[in-house]
């Protein structure tokens, strides 16, 4: 992001992002914020504010969304040109502060030179307009396609994909989304709508975040839907988007909602956003997934008969989780992913037990057995190993699920019920809104405990054998066993 040269002229046609423009006279670099699983991911130099992104959908699939990215930021040091990751599109025109910014691509980056250097400490608007493609050769991410539409899934490194931004969740903002879309299509997105605007056979609709966001959580749902409405604790409004059709078939499901939030209400405390709802689309996504506020989830979920109505429960608990943990505490770096899943996971099992008579003792014995293999193949929780080439999710292995979830069950018994407790509540109110590390996890517990256990921590986050278990002397690794989870869960 960091460049002071002279700039010359050149023709560039980019692979990812179509440009061709004028170039910088030392060639432009990708750039990253040192993520140890994805070194190119973010920008240092700035720090994002907002979004406001505008989208036109032309109704089809194959077309691109018609797009308008507007960024407002704070600069974090002297800037000759930034860095903004963005990886599928055409980029038609840049702005900085409202003048023409002459741009290119680097790798995984759309690189943008303003007309005047940019100090340390000022504020800067960035508006890139651009295309997005739903339209995906290998596709990891970004844009869903659904029967009827368009939903996202950007985690981990995925919302480049779909709109310009500083991708990496060390670096939260506020979100506003403007979707154009033809009549006979409904559009939500994170947050509660601020209007709908009618043109011709159009309507726009508006919908803002009224808590930062990191780019990974973002979501907007374009489909033939119905938006069905309830209240949840205290208030909350809730809203469900389903495939119109499947309204009455699928609302005994979402009914489950309100009483859900009530039972983590009650473990770690107040729902911490403005609003709630599940997304169900119809899609082949393999997996479920937190964007904030509208958690998404394949609709096959819940009409599949061979999932058991427990099970499906407690996968809809563990993004709801997700809210508090990862949503609104949101890790500091990938490595610390195993904060947001150890926790989902806690509480998928917590809720299973209580409500549907599936210990949670058992599943930690079964996870016991696996956690050296899991270690091994995957790295300790809180250091996994990077992603495998080619596909950039695979960092979800189940020692950040499962694994995770045995170090903490491992930590309340060394401490105590009340005290873990007590640790999971502050946890979620120190950090609420904010970024949080291992290291910020460890010192917590340590503080609630009332003694260091940095030790004891860190042999069952970072160590690559699982540590003896406290209370159970007769828990050892088991051999590899042929069985797998039935869905994953992200």
């Known amino acids: 992001m960091l460049s002071r040269t002279r700039h010359r ?3 560039l046609l980019a692979s990812a992002v179509s440009v061709c423009l004028l170039a910088a006279a030392a060639p432009a670099e ?10 190119y991911l973010g920008n240092p130099g700035y720090d994002v504010a907002s979004y406001d992104i505008s989208l036109t959908y032309p109704g089809t699939h194959d077309k691109p969304l018609q797009a308008v990215t507007t960024i407002d930021a704070w600069t974090t040091e002297d800037l000759e040109r930034l860095n903004l990751d963005f990886a599928h599109g055409t980029v038609r025109s840049v702005e900085v502060d409202g003048r023409p910014a002459r741009f290119t691509s680097a790798g995984e980056d759309l690189v943008v030179t303003p007309e005047h250097p940019l100090g340390e400490r000022s504020w800067t608007r960035i508006t890139v307009r651009h295309t997005s493609d739903p339209v995906y050769d290998d596709q990891q991410g970004g844009w869903v396609r659904t029967t009827d539409g368009l939903a996202m899934a950007n985690q981990a490194d995925a919302a480049h994909l779909v709109f310009p931004c500083n991708d990496h969740p060390s670096d939260k903002a506020m979100f506003t989304f403007r979707i154009t879309v033809p009549d006979g299509y409904t559009a939500v997105a994170n947050g509660l709508p601020a209007g709908t605007d009618r043109v011709g056979r159009t309507t726009t609709w508006t919908y803002r975040t009224q808590h930062p966001m990191a780019t990974e959580l973002a979501q907007v749902s374009i489909g033939r839907s119905a938006v069905v409405h309830r209240e949840g604790p205290h208030g909350l409004p809730l809203r469900d988007v389903v495939p119109a059709g499947d309204r009455k078939t699928l609302e005994p499901w979402l009914a489950r ?28 996504t393999g997996f479920e997934l937190e964007t904030q506020t509208l958690s998404l989830f394949e609709e096959a979920l819940f009409t599949e008969p061979a999932y058991p109505k427990w099970y499906v429960e407690s996968v809809m ?6 809210q508090w943990f990862g949503d609104s505490v949101t890790p500091r770096s990938w490595s610390d992913v195993w904060l947001n899943e ?8 917590l809720y299973a037990e209580e409500t549907a008579h599936r210990p949670m003792e058992e599943r930690m014995k079964a996870a016991y057995g696996a956690s050296d293999r899991w270690r091994e193949a995957g790295g300790p929780p809180a250091r996994p190993k990077p992603p495998v080439p080619g596909q950039k999710i695979s960092i979800f292995r189940p020692n950040i699920y499962d694994g995770a979830a045995l170090a903490l069950y491992a930590l309340r018994q060394e401490i105590g019920r009340p005290a873990f407790e007590r ?20 010192r917590l517990a340590s503080a609630v405990a009332g003694r260091d256990l ?19 002397p007769d828990w050892k690794p088991q051999p590899p066993a042929r069985t797998a989870p039935l869905r994953v869960r992200r």
Do not use: C, N
């Not at 990708?30 to 070194?39: F, K």
């Not at 009530?262 to 609003?275: C, D, H, I, N, Q």
């Not at 150890?342 to 099992?349: D, F, M, R, S």
């Open 454 to 472: 940095r030790g004891f921590l860190t042999a069952w986050l970072y160590g690559e054998k699982t540590p003896p278990m406290p209370g159970h």
């Open 9 to 11: 002229k050149a023709a």
């Open 30 to 39: 990708p750039l990253g914020v040192g993520d140890r699983l994805y070194p």
């Open 317 to 322: 608990v563990h993004e709801l989780s997700h």
């Open 342 to 349: 150890g926790h989902a996971t806690w509480y998928e099992e």
């Open 423 to 442: 640790l999971e509540r502050i946890w979620v109110q120190e950090h609420r809104d904010t970024t949080a590390t291992t290291g910020d996890f460890v």
């Open 257 to 284: 909602t309100p009483d859900q939030i009530a039972w983590l209400e009650s473990k770690v405390g107040r729902y911490p956003f403005e609003t709630y709802g599940v997304l169900m689309a119809q899609a082949a």
